[in-house]
């Protein structure tokens, strides 16, 4: 394709007419969702707007407000005000509440971190954190992620105050107090880097191991999906290693997904690199039935904490800085529709049973019947309008275009007339 119309099309809004969060419901997820980044709500009203459209977001997170630092910054000082803000917004929007954080090292306030503590002591702090926490938070929260990053990412133990304290006593202890204080919610383990299979995947099935041989609740596995453009695993890679956690008899999703480049500016290829990428990723999701949803940590480029983390990278989010839906947009919007419109799945899965979706159901208004999504093709289809989708995998809808625009394939899920 002609580079002059590659970049028009990356940087034309895209006219397909469904949102992401309808598309992955009628593709069979629960919810597609995204992290809420507290200062920008009230600030920033395109931000705002776009994060209140369910139909583009079923699910929200909190991104700091409900850490150890902002819910308890002082012993027995309890304050909701930040993680206040994603819980209303998620009531106001009937959308599914995530709960992030419970037993983390990082942001854990100085005086648990560098405590000097007997595991009594500790279970006790522990306990007095999540009866708080979780009670404020109680029948609102459809997911918990109460442990988050226990491992290294060598596969050894992280040396927080928890491990050592206790071993990896802390982790079924943890998921059991959790459950003592929500009986309801789905008790996580979250942590990143686990989408490679490696060492660090390893552990994070003992995990759920310890957790289940010592009698103890968890129903599932958070992969955060800090990823790398072009440095993401398969579709079918990523599946194999989601399904060594549901053989477990647990759920799995993509809690924290954002994909960075490396240097920036990002050419147009790599930003269809960076589509592509995304589209392994929530295709991994449609294709193992335990995977219940997919979370984008913050949407747009313009709140995401990956430059101030990794220097001279970026830009790792699916809209722009000013709004404007990127080609990672298209790509997944073209995923799910390739699913929700009876295509066959590319990796094998589909003899499994559906996932019910009765939690999205009882815990909030539903996030997966805020929307019925309008069908995305049709058997006879008129000519599709400029910048609308002519083809891609699993497309079932118009492969032709009104005059004078032309199908052009943008990536392996996407055409559009230009
Ligand atoms: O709130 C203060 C503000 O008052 C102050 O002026 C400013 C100065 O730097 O800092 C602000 O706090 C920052 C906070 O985000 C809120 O924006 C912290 O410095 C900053 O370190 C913190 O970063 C967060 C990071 O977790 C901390 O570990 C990121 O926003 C957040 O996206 C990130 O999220 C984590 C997940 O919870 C777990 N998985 C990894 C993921 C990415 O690191």
């Known amino acids: 394709m002609h580079t002059k119309a590659l970049l028009a099309a990356l940087l034309a809004p895209a006219a397909v007419s469904a949102q992401l969060h309808e598309l992955a419901v009628r593709a069979g997820l629960q919810y597609f969702g995204t992290a809420l980044r507290e200062g920008a709500l009230n600030s920033d009203a395109q931000f705002a707007a776009i994060l209140r459209d369910t139909r583009e977001f079923g699910q929200i997170v909190p991104e700091n407000g409900q850490k150890w630092e902002s819910t308890q910054p002082s012993r027995g000082q309890f304050t909701y005000s930040q ?16 709960c992030h954080t419970l037993v983390w090292h990082s942001q854990l306030p100085s005086w648990v971190a560098s405590g000097s503590w007997t595991r009594a002591t500790l279970t006790s702090v522990i306990d007095t954190h999540m009866a708080n926490v979780m009670g404020h938070y109680k029948g609102v929260c459809g997911h918990w992620d109460v ?16 491990y050592r304290v206790f071993g990896t006593d802390y982790l079924p202890l943890s998921f059991e107090l959790a459950k003592k204080h929500d009986p309801e919610t789905k008790l996580y383990y979250n942590d990143y880097n686990l989408e490679y299979n490696q060492a660090k995947t390893d552990r994070a099935v003992e995990i759920v191991r ?5 009698g103890a609740p968890i129903d599932g596995v958070g992969f955060q999906g800090h990823l790398i453009v072009g440095s993401t695993p398969s579709r079918a890679n990523l599946a194999t290693t989601l399904r060594r956690f549901t053989a477990l008899g647990v759920d799995v999703a993509y809690t924290e997904l954002d994909i960075r480049h490396s240097s920036l500016p ?8 960076q589509g592509n990428d995304f589209a392994n990723v929530v295709g991994s999701c449609l294709d193992v039935p335990r995977c219940v949803g997919v979370t984008v940590w913050s949407f747009t480029d313009k709140y995401s904490w990956v430059p101030s983390t990794f220097n001279g990278a970026g830009d790792a989010l699916i809209y722009d800085s000013q ?4 080609a990672a947009w298209t790509s997944i919007s073209s995923v799910l529709a390739a699913k929700a419109t009876g295509a066959p799945p590319v990796s094998s899965s589909t003899s499994t049973p559906a996932q019910p979706t009765t939690t999205l159901v009882t815990r909030t208004t539903s996030a997966s019947s805020t929307t019925q999504p309008t069908p995305t093709s049709a058997p006879t289809q ?6 609308g989708q002519c083809g891609g995998n699993g497309w079932t809808g118009p492969t032709t275009c009104q005059s004078p625009y032309t199908c052009q394939v943008l990536n392996p899920w996407y055409s559009q007339c230009l």
């Open 210 to 214: 310890i957790i289940q041989a010592a």
């Open 323 to 326: 709004f404007r839906k990127k």
């Open 83 to 98: 993680g206040d803000i994603t819980a209303n917004e998620a009531k106001r929007n009937s959308q599914f509440l995530r």
């Open 147 to 162: 442990v988050n990053e226990a491992i290294n990412d060598d596969g050894t133990w992280r040396d927080s105050v928890f």
């Open 382 to 387: 008129p000519a599709q309008v400029r910048w």
């Open 266 to 273: 990002a050419s147009s290829q790599a930003q269809v690199t």
